[in-house]
């Protein structure tokens, strides 16, 4: 999700990730959020031209006219760049790219970890890349999706907690990096979050139950949850 603030602060949004993945349906929600940010703000009219000019982007992505390789550098490079060109500036980007592989390591292949960090760490670091790059001189925010997995131990989950530990770790360098430009590097780590990807666990009864005896709320998160938190770091 790229998102500018324009000349009267306004968030505007559209998308460049993929629709049928957990992570997607997070950057919808943000989306929603910063729309309503707008509304809240007396700007209407604006934020309703950049819902509709974003359901038009997200009908192109579900008929996969627009499906950038979020992992492959130039893909990432020119989705920004045609961000960029609609708007006055780039203020913000979001890399929601995720998966879940819940795999002991001694059944992992090198396919699987391959894919893993292609998808959540890869993706990340393109994002990171291509979105300092546009925002060196006026400054911005980019904002990370990780994991609790990165920061707890937790079984049959080696592939995708390295994935994301690599992501809290890149964040953490970025944001040194770049910090005297201007940019704002932040990652948000969730548990485990309702979503299509997440639907083979919240499905099963006992699964489900014991995701959330490990939450104090006594629920699991929504990517409602989650947008709240992007947007609020954007």
């Known amino acids: 999700a790229i998102h500018d603030q324009g000349d009267a602060g306004l968030w505007e949004c559209r998308t460049i990730a993929r629709v049928h993945t957990y992570s997607s349906v997070m950057c ?5 959020r910063l729309a309503k940010a707008a509304d809240h703000m007396g700007l209407s009219d604006r934020a309703v031209f950049w819902s509709e000019r974003a359901a038009v982007i997200r009908a192109r992505i579900e008929t996969e006219a627009f499906l950038p390789d979020e992992g492959r550098f130039d893909d990432v490079d020119r989705a920004v760049a045609e961000a960029t060109g609609w ?11 995720g998966s879940i592989v819940l795999k002991p390591a001694h059944l992992t292949s090198e396919a699987d970890l391959t894919a893993v960090l292609d998808t959540n760490l890869r993706t990340a670091f393109a994002v990171v890349r291509a979105g ?11 904002v990370l999706v990780s994991s609790a997995a990165a920061e707890i131990g937790l079984p049959n989950h080696e592939a995708i907690a390295a994935a994301k530990a690599g992501v809290l770790g890149l964040m953490r360098s970025a944001a040194a990096t770049y910090a005297t430009s201007g940019i704002r590097v932040n990652a948000v780590a969730p548990g485990l979050v309702a979503s299509p990807l997440s639907r083979a666990i919240t499905s099963n009864e006992m699964a489900l139950k014991a ?4 939450h104090p709320l006594g629920r699991i998160g929504t990517p409602d949850d989650i947008a709240g938190a992007v947007a609020w770091l954007l």
């Open 28 to 32: 919808w929600a943000a989306c929603d």
């Open 211 to 214: 995701s959330i005896a490990m």
């Open 132 to 142: 300092a790059s546009a925002m060196r001189q006026a400054g911005g925010a980019i």
């Open 87 to 97: 708007t006055s500036r780039l203020d913000g980007i979001v890399n929601c790219a």
